[in-house]
């Protein structure tokens, strides 16, 4: 299944999106340029952890798969703005 993903500028100038993962999930998020993103998660209250990271030189288009176990607390962050974000759900 389809969802949209919201990205919101946080107090640093990051692009936040937040969801709960449930499972193997395919992503793909469009941007103004290219810069770093990174992938957070974390089970619980325990701090996020980065799993996924791209650097500076990281195209500003981009689809990668999140492979999870379903009901982890994902965190995605962009140093670019986000025009566009979608991901597949297992």
Do not use: W
Not at 32 to 55: C, D, H, Q, Y
Request: proline share 4%.
């Amino acid at each position: 299944m389809e969802k949209q993903l919201i990205f919101n500028k946080d107090s640093k100038g990051h692009y936040v999106a937040e969801f709960v993962a449930t499972g193997n999930d395919a992503v793909h998020i469009c941007r103004v340029s290219g810069a770093t993103l990174r992938v957070l998660a974390a089970i619980g209250n325990l701090p996020p952890i980065p799993i996924v990271k791209f650097g500076d030189d990281s195209p500003k288009d981009l689809i990668f798969e999140i492979g999870i176990c379903a009901g982890v607390k994902v965190s995605i962050v962009s140093l670019s703005e986000v025009t566009d974000a979608r991901m597949i759900e297992a």
